[in-house]
């Protein structure tokens, strides 16, 4: 396991299913330190081909975690209301929310999101991104990527010593 100097964020994805994504999203988990959980089932294998070419030679320089129920991950959540899930049925932007370092942003499948008992018993932790085209959805990798930047631009990129 890759020890980064800190944690910006933890990319949580739920029973991820499309290798090129979580192979992108780990190359901008390592270009911004931020670890990877991988949650349940996944839809490929750690070695398959199509994860590593979609995460280049970046994939040894990061930190991740497979966690096989959602439950054993949350154990590992120290504090619980750092926890925000990304679904396209919330009703609050992620605008909206302060983030911090070390906040836990997490995200479902491909196919299907997050599903029903996620969103109903985490409800008022739900956070959505919000577009204006006539379009289902965000690709995941995008919307992880477009997350984890307002965090960083949040936390990091206006500080005085930037």
Known sequence: ?????????????IEPEIPNNTGNIG???????????????????ITDKQLKRAGLDYWQHLSWYHHKTF??????????????????????SFYQVTFQKGDWLVFGKETKGL????????????LQIPFTGPIR????????A???????????????KN
């Open 1 to 13: 396991m890759v020890a980064y100097p800190h944690t910006n964020f933890n990319v949580v994805l």
């Open 27 to 45: 190359r901008t988990c390592v270009g911004n330190f931020c670890q990877l959980h991988l949650v349940g089932r996944l839809g490929f294998e």
């Open 71 to 92: 439950q054993d991950w949350y154990e590992k959540v120290p504090d619980p209301s750092r926890v925000f899930f990304f679904s396209k049925k919330a009703s609050k």
């Open 115 to 126: 599903n029903s008992e996620i969103l109903s018993h985490y409800s008022s932790q739900l």
């Open 137 to 144: 959805s965000l690709n995941l990798a995008t919307a992880v």
């Open 146 to 160: 477009i997350v984890t930047y307002e965090g960083l631009r949040q936390t990091c990129f206006t500080s005085a």
